[in-house]
């Protein structure tokens, strides 16, 4: 994440700086355009004024530049003219392709006024040179009157990107609007026409994932090679909305992932020490935790028997310490509630006794109730035959009465 944050502010910092650069060609060429809606239409006032403005203080960037009216609006008649830091009027030559056709000014024909319009890149026909256009419309009474223009060379930004492009280990490349090369370190432009990205692709094949990313808008790819790194890069792609450029940053896989192999050694020298104290203060705690854990389990263990009451020592106040108190006031309390228990099953064993000692008298009582009994059946049994004897003594009483009263009745 450090590299790509990296990356990112380099190419953010290219970027800027490159916006600055043209952003001060977009200021002359508007002054251009103020200069052509303010001034009056006099040839030699424009001759006068307007080389001091595209010189630009001896701006070495700046190619040419000058006014361009629209057919008849600067001179009835005239259909071209321009002017620069050297006066050109090959435009007015009766062969002369006419202007007002060309994309760097229609293209600025519509544009907002007081906008630039940048061209693609292009060589000049007469030095060589590669180049773009900024174009500014300018108005008269309101109605499109005509386009200033700026021409930048391109050879300062080749020279910014060498300077400044190897802030990832790598390089930067431009390209402008249409895909054509700017600047792209390995690539000789030596032909007439600005060479485009895919057709340098079709003789560089490591440039064909570039192409790709930029047909799919995407702003990163990575590519096997990376020209003249001859080494695995990472491609980041940078947007410039004003100019419709785009600034390529190349960086080395190695650079990429250097500082995070970097911080993983530094990591690891510092952690595995750390992890093997680590491990030994908690090996350490471990056991005095479980030394703490084990005593409190013996003193619960021993709670119901006669050591019971020994209280546990607190060493700490976290949870172990909260733990031991526990312990102890439980055992505090178990040790009352036996007692209670021991009180009152001595008094049972007391009550018990005295009615087992009442068991006793009132069996021995029953037994003497018993042998009373036993005498009383007997002297009974002893009454029922003395009865039983008195009643067949009183039927031969009878008896002999009723033949005594036959034999008186007979008598």
């Keep these: 994440e450090a590299s790509e944050s990296l990356i990112d502010r380099t190419g953010g910092a290219i970027v800027n700086a490159l ?23 006099d040839d030699a006032l424009y001759r006068q004024a307007l080389p001091n403005v595209v010189d630009d203080n001896g701006n070495s960037t700046i190619a040419g530049g000058g006014i361009w009216p629209e057919p008849g609006a600067f001179a009835p008649g005239v259909d071209n003219g321009q002017g620069g830091l050297d006066f050109l009027d090959d435009y007015n030559a009766p062969s002369a392709a006419p ?43 309101e109605a499109f009157a005509g386009v200033a223009t700026i021409d930048m060379q391109l050879g300062g930004v080749a020279a910014f ?33 600005m060479q485009s990205l895919a057709g340098v692709a079709s003789n560089q094949p490591w440039l064909t994932p570039v192409v790709e990313a930029l047909e799919a808008g995407q702003a990163q790819t990575s590519v096997e090679s990376a020209g003249v790194l001859a080494s695995p890069a990472e491609v980041r792609l940078f947007d410039m909305p004003t100019t419709g450029w785009t600034l390529g940053l190349v960086t080395p896989s190695d650079q990429v992932t250097a500082l995070a192999q970097t911080l993983t050694r530094d990591l690891l020298l510092f952690i595995l020490p750390l992890l093997a104290l680590l491990l030994g203060l908690g090996w350490w705690g471990g056991r005095i935790l479980l030394a703490q854990i084990r005593s409190t389990t013996h003193q619960i263990d021993q709670l119901g028997q006669n050591d019971g009451g020994r209280e546990l020592t607190i060493y700490r106040d976290d949870e172990i310490g909260e733990l031991r108190r526990a312990v102890n006031r439980y055992s505090e309390k178990l040790q009352r509630l036996f007692g209670d228990v021991r009180g009152v099953a001595d008094a049972i064993a007391s009550e018990s006794s005295e009615i087992a000692a009442g068991n006793n008298e009132l069996s021995s009582r ?31 009483a009878d008896q002999r009465v009723k033949e005594s009263a036959a034999k008186v009745k007979r008598g």
């Excluded at 990107?161 to 432009?189: C, H, K, M, W």
């Excluded at 008195?390 to 031969?396: F, G, K, L, T």
């Design 19 to 41: 916006n600055g650069q043209l952003a001060r060609v977009e200021g002359t060429t508007s002054s251009l355009a103020a200069l052509a809606e303010s001034l009056p239409l």
């Design 99 to 141: 202007y007002h056709e060309e994309a760097w000014y229609s293209s600025a024909r519509d544009a907002t006024p007081g906008q630039c319009v940048w061209s693609a890149a292009y060589r000049d026909p007469a030095t060589g040179v590669a180049m773009v256009t900024c174009s500014v419309p300018y108005y008269s009474n």
């Design 161 to 193: 990107l060498a300077e400044n492009g190897g802030g990832t280990g790598g390089y930067a490349f431009v390209l402008d609007s249409e895909r054509n090369i700017i600047d792209l370190p390995g690539v000789e432009q030596s032909s007439d026409e």
């Design 366 to 396: 029953t037994e003497q109730q018993a042998a009373s009994l036993q005498e009383t059946s007997s002297t009974m049994e002893q009454m029922a035959a003395t009865v039983k004897r008195n009643a067949d003594n009183a039927q031969e």
